[in-house]
């Protein structure tokens, strides 16, 4: 188990860092989604991997879950949550008023450049 | 244990709603709640700043859950100069977004500033990591909204680009936390003091990969090369009020170095060595020389004040990385004085803007009271760029004084003093051009009305503080030292953290509670 999670996390980094260098809006919005879901992943497993350990104290029961962790996650979800709806708003307003959805500052030109060029 | 600790956070968190919902098209009745919030917040941060100036340290816990378990608010001489440092900015810029009418051209400007407090002064007075991560959270927020605040195609391509920045240096945040919590169990920074001693060498790995992680985090909130990319565009299309309080946001990053990598990870721990001197120093050094240089190569006024934004915090990082008593000193006199510094020369640029088309560098016909705003100009210039008689130059002095006898202290004053004529060829370059070869243009229509009177009153505020903070730097300069003594015998704040009883202290005595 511990060996699928971690290369889930690793692999949701790699192509959550890939998109993410990406010059466009779109491939760099779901770049930093998929950051945010490697990231509640790995913060959950912060806490160590237990498999149907309760998270709360009761008597006789010796192993337990951090519960620390899962609050730390829920925090993180709703803020990357509404972080990406955020982003997603601003992105569409500046799309919309300049018709150019690269993320990066362009330099002036007169002429069009050909359509897909990066 | 009092309540007033908390109050800086509370007060704005519930005004900013109320004025949302109350008075949400009233104006007029925002403005007068607005700038009396924040005169309040003053009061309050006044004396919470004068109560921890003889060393008592404030803490504050809440639901009285004791720490670790619970979350704490912790005051000390550093924080709360800090919370008094940002109300005090705040103040000039309500005015100046009042008077200018900055306020009244997009919705929710009151309430976004109201959580933009919020969240700075959070992050200054909280003593968790995870809660510090969440008011870096709250005032992005808040910054996302009033970065975009009156709209605008450019304003909203770097809007676009702040936010995706800021979204990585978040979840590279959260990366690091993970990793901490994992390595020690606990995110409480005093209790991380103490647990991150035990770590034995052979088992270093996480919690150093942590620090670093946690470094670049506040590296990216710092503006420090080569993570600075997103300052210039935002900070220039930002609204000019909106700007000028960013000055501090760079400053909450600097904060944050200097409370984690004195508190937790100190100079001296086997763990995080090399991380200051081999790493931070030239890069801060290599920010200070992007940033002048950025002053000479900008062509518009706005970028150019972004640029030496990014230079005056290279200085503040040179002074944080040698890690000394002296440094820190000399670095928490010079944060005060580029805050406010940044901070005037946002708004003067827009007093300019108000007279011109654009603000390229270009002749134009003379803006409408030229000769006061040049005036503010050639004062505001003259402390950014660090020359006598005002406090920037006696903050350069004090980090050359505190780098001296240091291993790099030749690259050091080498950098410092070259950059600081470059930033001075920069300004002057800025400055004939905005206001003497505009004497040389005819204009051809009539002039937009000038600035208002009360505009010119919060710039000259800001220009006073300047003033005060270099007739009394002797008193400044003593209160940053005694700042500094603090924050390297961390003692007293990892006893009261740790120890103060709440709940959960003593199970005994809370059987009987129940």
Known sequence: MELLIASAIGIMTAAGIYLVLRLRTFPVILGISLLTYAVNIFLFTSGRLVVGAPPVLRDDITTYTDPLPQALVLTAIVISFGMTAVVVMIGLGAFLGSDDDHVDDQPDRSDDAPEGTP | MTHWLIAPVVLPALLAPFIVLAARY???????????????LIVISGALAWNTSDGTIMLYQLGDWAAPFGIVLVGDRLSTMMVLLTVVLALFVLVYAISSGWDDRGRHFHALFQFQL?????????????NLFVFFEVLLIASYGLMIHAG????????????????????????ALGAIYAETGTLNMADLANR?????????VGIRVAAVLLLLVFAIKAALVPLHFWLPSSYAEAPAPVAALFAIMTKVGAYAIIRVYTLIFPPDLAVTSG??????????LISLAVGMIGVLAAKQLDRLVAFSIIGSMGMVLVSIALFSPVGIAAALYYIVHSTLAGAALFLITDLVRSGRSNLELTPQPPVSGATLTAGLFFIGAIAMAGLPPLSGF????????????????VWIWAIVLGSSLISIVGFARAGSILFWKAKSVDATEA???????????????????????TIFAGQVHGYTTTIAAQLFAPEPYISTVVDT????SDPTEKEEDH
């Open chain 2, 118 to 130: 919020m969240g700075i002064l959070g992050a200054f007075l909280t003593g968790d990591l995870f």
């Open chain 2, 394 to 409: 006696l903050g350069k002095l004090l980090v050359l004084d505190a780098a001296y006898g240091t291993d790099l202290m």
């Open chain 2, 275 to 284: 991380l200051h001197d081999v790493w931070l120093l030239p890069a801060a």
């Open chain 2, 501 to 504: 009883p709440g709940k959960l």
């Open chain 2, 196 to 204: 991150v001693t035990l770590i034995t060498p052979d088992e270093t």
């Open chain 2, 26 to 40: 009233h104006i007029g009745i925002q403005r007068v709640f607005s700038i009396a919030g924040v005169l309040t």
């Open chain 2, 447 to 469: 002039a937009p009305p000038p600035p208002a009177t009360m505009s010119y009153v919060a710039v000259g505020g800001l220009i006073t503080m300047l003033a005060a903070h």
């Open chain 2, 152 to 175: 605008g195609t450019k304003r909203l391509r770097a809007g676009v680009q702040y936010v995706l920045f800021n979204l990585i240096g978040s979840t590279l945040f959260l990366f």
